[in-house]
């Protein structure tokens, strides 16, 4: 499938001097970046619809953590200690 783009002169420039930069052509650079942008904003819906599913799961009754028992938790694991994973508890 063919599809036109109108960019911009600027624009078209910085993509021809990217591109020869990394050895492609202006249209592979531009293929590459719509499908990392496509991936992007695939991965971004998920993240949503499962952030939209996990809230109404907590809004009917699923489980919870307190934020200070989390971020107590990631402080020691990011320093490199062991951690007991905190307990979780229901609204």
Do not use: C, Y
Not at 13 to 35: Q, V, Y
Not at 61 to 72: I, K, L, Q, S, T
Not at 73 to 84: C, N, P, S, V, Y
């Amino acid at each position: 499938m063919s599809t036109t783009l109108k960019l911009s002169r600027e624009l078209k420039n910085r993509i021809t001097r990217l591109a020869k930069a990394s050895g492609r052509t202006p249209h592979a650079f531009m293929i590459e970046a719509l499908e990392r942008q496509t991936a992007r904003e695939e991965r971004l819906q998920e993240f949503v619809k499962e952030a939209v599913a996990a809230d109404r799961a907590i809004d009917e009754g699923g489980e919870v953590f307190a934020a200070e028992d989390v971020h107590a938790w990631l402080d020691h694991l990011a320093e490199g200690k062991r951690a007991t994973r905190p307990k979780p508890w229901r609204r």
